[in-house]
């Protein structure tokens, strides 16, 4: 039964039995972590043989005669360049390799917007105002990279498909101080939504007030399915901003973060000659190369798509029950009660819960209280601030299968207490 | 005999002669190119079993906990800063590891300061002007930098015991838009040399106008002596800052891109507590962390100061004979002519070589049109700009013996035939 159907008595018995099974979870002292999307230690475990692929007998020149080891090759070696052009669903000439993570190719993006202009174009730190666009919720570590550099930020709200994109047209049209978006096009952060091919089509088709506008295209979940017969694909973005006319309009990244090691992958960025001749400029000043070493390793391990997707599916084994743990206990305990909503992904590394409005950051600190540490309601905004206090990202890869569903019971506890609070409050 | 001391008929005579000599050079068809201190594939295969050190059976985690896979650990495993504080001569507490490039690190530091200030200071990109001080001749990479950002540079001459510190001392108290110095503090690219105490403590008891001044000490060549018996030792330019009450007046860089392998080496930075708390604030934007697999490597593979010099002796044993070679014929086919000098370090990767006055450019040019490639005459000063035109910097690592003789014998002859020709003009 709806808890908004429920009488004040009701409602008051309710929360006192809610009340005492919260002080027996807390009792159980809990010490358990569901905030970050990180890999869990199987799923680093199944990568491990990636350190056996070279050893002291590895011939170790690239396919274009440079040797791996040395300085030189300042975009990567060319097949590093072939397989991570496959994984985004691009060309190996719209590549530059990067280092270890690809957001430090997304905040030297923007460092090297601010500092020097994209292009050509005015610096922004010689400007009064640069601002972009933020669909909501999605990853908090895009929006610090924006607040960092005093960038303006608005929310768009997302939808079955993606941005709302009858928003982002009349915005990115109408005003020449919006001068990027921030999206996880696939399986998004925290989500798991997939733009639609109308979505990706709208974005190739825009037409920006600003010449350095760009589309910052984090596919960060490329190739992270949770299911080898549900798997989503989207259109290419780079070929499609080449259809439409607007070559230079998009920044895509990747990385093999969690693919191989989250620490010591390989991370690429995908553009237009133009945007790559640009950012080679810079890169020529900004550093002596990336480790072609650890790019020969990738390589060499994965071999093709083949191989990575292959190696995708251990990684789905170990994440698919952990997913299916937490959904359960959700449709379990809170399916009936109109007090939430979630998200079912098919890949990516989050589950999207929609508490009552006002609730999130009560349901996170109940949690805390009892020992399970959730991501901070809020960062799923910029500046922290959800307007409805109401999202909340599950992150459910690192703990283990019998620690999640500890952490799950607690969490849907907390969500029918707090949601308790709140009807209360309003009788 | 010295060639001023010819007469014009002489002159006239021997520039026929060396003529003849250059076509019958050219005629070799030579490809030769001692213009980067990059490692030899000699050199680099000393390293190569770094690479057996890890494998699929390997215990990945740090003395700290963390598993050197996964997310996390931002500043660096602690016994990759143990190793890389010993070689820089520092403490542990005074590290972050970086990624694979020093370079990297002095270019961030330089753009952190630009976009966002050094401990609240004004960011340089606010100000009307910004100085930088730099040593001459010194390294073309750094001077990119600071010309990259539209930092002015001021040439300092170096002395044998370093940068000229009446100049420094007097410049930095002065002026408060100079808000740093470039220094190769041993070894010196390209000179090869090393600052006596009394600079290191002159340096650590500057009393800069500017709050934010800072002296990047760019460690490169900490261990990389060419002989064991003859090694040069400078003083901790860390604690000597801390002694004279100027903790956070130093930023120093190191890594072990010529000890490891140059693209996948490791680097670090060291400064005071409050540089790094300031540093770390910004690379949690910017980074997910830097490659603590790689780290783990490295401390495996050199375990100590011990490991890394036994290491480095390996190099030298590379190294020594190359710069001995051209030492060499340098000595035998210059020496009394008196239109050049020459520097003979005891480490480092360079020769700095001093033509007449005008004559660097043309020698330069003269080695290119017979096949051999040298650093760009100009490049070991700021904006390209050797005021003088005599300073050409040899780079004898890459080539092998037989390749550097050739080259070496060709430089000699373009060196007597521009400086003839330039005799020649005056008479």
Known sequence: MAYKDLTKKELMELKASLEAQFEDKKALGLKLDMSRGKPSTAQLSVSQP????LNSKTHMVASDGMDCRNYGGLTGIPEAKKLMADMMGTTPEHIIIGGNASLTL???????????????????????????LCPVPG????????????????????????????????????DASIKGIWCVP???????????????RRFAALTPAARDFRIYWDNAYA??????????????????CEKAGHPDMV????????????????????????????????LTIQTIGYDKVNQLRHVLFFKDMAGLNAHMMKHADEMRPKFETVLEILDREL????????????????????AMEGCAKAIVAKCREAGVILTGAGATYPYKKDPKDSNI???????????????????????????????????
Chains 1, 2 share one sequence.
């Open 139 to 174: 990853y908090d570590r895009h929006f610090s990279i924006t607040e960092h550099f005093g960038i303006e930020m608005i929310n768009i709200p997302m939808t079955e498909n993606g941005p709302d994109m009858d928003m982002v047209e009349e915005l990115v049209s109408g």
């Open 50 to 53: 990636i350190l056996d692929v």
């Open 186 to 200: 696939k399986y998004s952060n925290p989500q798991g939504i997939c733009y639609s091919d109308e979505t990706v």
């Open 393 to 427: 990202r599950l992150a459910p890869s690192f703990p283990t299968i019998d620690e999640l569903t500890e952490a799950a019971e607690l969490f849907v506890l907390c969500v029918k207490l707090v949601s308790v609070e709140k009807l209360l409050e309003a009788k």
């Open 223 to 240: 190739i992270h399915h949770l299911y080898e017969d549900k798997q989503i694909e989207i259109l290419d973005i780079i070929s499609e």
């Open 335 to 354: 399916s009936n009660l109109d007090i939430a909503s979630w998200r079912k992904p098919l890949g990516g590394y989050f589950i999207s819960f929609e």
């Open 251 to 282: 920044f895509e990244f990747a990385s093999t973060s969690k693919v191989s090691f989250s620490g010591s992958g390989v991370a690429a960025i995908a553009a237009s000659k133009a945007n790559l001749d640009d950012m080679e400029k810079h």
């Open 106 to 132: 997304m905040f030297d993006t923007v460092s090297r917007a601010y500092t020097h202009g994209l292009l050509g174009e005015t610096p922004w730190c010689k400007l009064d105002q640069v601002k972009f």
